[in-house]
């Protein structure tokens, strides 16, 4: 079995490192808009620039802010209750961030705890050297209404193309709880130009509302035969430590718990191309115990790899022998997923298990797709973005165009002892 996994990531090794080459599909004008800014285009400087807050594993009462500037020098989170009333900086609280150099530049990260459930928080990161503005966030209640954005691949066009989905997606849910990124994030994972790309599209959006990635293979690289994840990766984002415990998934495989709906990140590359079996039954078993001990009426999955794809021939076969039973026997009520650059979601063909699955994109990286037995719904070559809404037994899942048409909606009705009831709410 170790043979067979190690030839078939050398072989899909050489592809990726092929394909993180190629430019944007479509014309030669595109590709040329969407290339990435080489050279040093985001330098650091000691302004803190791409802060994040990150999802915890408790957002109710936890925020984890992550940023970088050009020096290791000491730096702190302040932050305070928010007031109208500028006064309230006198008395904000000061914290002292950790720090994690790499190369020229240094990322920090600090997460706030013992914060008030449903409450605006304000905060601002730096030093004397160099301080950002102040933000804002509010913390999740303890139960409620919960609405969030999902988003497929950004990848390439990222500052370009990507940027306007994000702005017009948060400007249509200004409260959102969360932004759920389902990877390929970047198209060259330690590219710094490409993340400087992601950070700026999407400027203080990222500061304001908890984001929960996942890793994709475009954040992995293969220099050596292996699958690397990005060097970016665990310095940028501060993630729940709730997971396996093992090195190669930390940072990639967590749950966060929001107002009655247990959110799970799963890492499929690590499935895909996993370097041995054990790391396949370790995020099985993990998996296992995340659905088997959730208290919460639903469950959100999303990952990278999609377990039914948008063409044939992109057959993700350890992702749906490991995961899929999984989401049978638990009854996984929607999965959100990207990988296949175009749109596809299907529940209805794929009875009895009730599971709504989803895959999309929001870059400008579009491919081929077809009618696929398992999708009531596949389409492409169009950015989108989706809203969810979950309130008490109803999820709202709403499909917008970049322009902000809505192009595709439906209807998960939870119903004691049944599987979900389905309903399409698509625009006529």
């Known amino acids: 079995m170790e043979k067979r996994i190690l030839g078939r990531r050398n072989f899909l090794g050489g592809i990726l490192k092929a394909g993180a080459l190629l430019p944007l599909a479509g014309t030669p004008v595109l590709a040329a808009v969407a290339a990435p800014l080489e050279g040093g285009a985001y330098k650091a400087s000691a302004v803190p620039d791409r802060i994040i807050l990150n999802i915890t594993k408790?957002?109710?009462?936890?925020?984890?802010i992550t940023w970088r500037s050009n020096s290791a020098a000491t730096a702190y989170v302040e932050y305070a209750i928010a007031d109208a009333r500028p006064a309230f900086a006198a008395k904000a609280a000061r914290v002292t961030a950790k720090a994690a150099p790499l190369l020229d530049v240094c990322h920090h990260s600090f997460t706030l705890t013992g914060l008030q459930p449903d409450t605006l928080y304000t905060y601002r990161v730096g030093n004397d050297n160099g301080w950002s503005e102040w933000l804002?966030?509010?913390?999740a209640a303890a139960t409620g209404k919960l609405s969030f954005i999902y988003l497929g691949d950004a990848q390439v066009g990222i500052r370009p193309f990507w940027s306007r989905v994000?702005?017009?997606a948060y400007a249509q849910l200004p409260d959102a709880q969360l932004v759920i990124h389902a990877g390929d994030l970047v198209n060259r994972a330690n590219n710094d130009d490409e993340w400087g790309q992601w950070f700026e599209a999407g400027g203080y959006i990222h500061g304001s509302v908890p984001s929960l990635v996942t890793p994709g293979n475009h954040e992995y690289t293969h220099e050596d035969g292996f699958p690397h994840l990005s060097v970016h990766w665990k310095k940028q984002f501060t993630l729940p430590e709730n997971g396996t415990g093992l090195d190669e998934l930390e940072g990639s495989v967590f749950y966060t718990d929001i107002q009655g709906v247990r959110f799970i990140s799963l890492n499929t590359m690590m499935m895909e191309e996993a370097t041995a079996e054990s790391l396949l039954h370790a995020q099985q078993q993990w998996l296992e115990r995340a659905l088997s001990s959730n208290p919460h009426a639903w469950t959100v999955v999303t990952m990278h790899h999609p377990v039914f794809s948008t063409k044939k021939g992109r057959s993700n076969e350890k992702v749906r022998t490991w995961f899929k039973p999984l989401f049978d026997k638990y009854k996984v009520d929607i999965v959100l997923q990207g990988h296949d650059h175009a749109y596809g979601r299907g529940m209805r063909q794929i009875a009895p298990y009730g599971t709504a699955y989803v895959v999309s994109v929001s870059g400008s990286k579009?491919?081929?797709?077809?009618?696929?037995e398992w999708a009531d719904i596949v389409t492409g070559h169009l950015q989108m973005y989706h809203l969810i809404t979950i309130d008490r037994n109803r999820l709202d899942f709403r499909a917008y165009l970049a322009t902000g048409e809505?192009?595709?909606?439906?209807?998960?009705?939870?119903?004691?002892?049944?599987?979900?009831k389905f309903k399409d709410n698509r625009p006529s």
């Open 58 to 64: 408790d957002p109710s009462t936890m925020a984890a």
């Open 136 to 139: 804002q966030f509010r913390t």
């Open 366 to 372: 579009m491919y081929d797709y077809e009618k696929m």
């Open 406 to 420: 809505l192009f595709d909606a439906f209807v998960l009705e939870k119903r004691a002892g049944k599987l979900n």
């Open 166 to 168: 994000l702005r017009k």
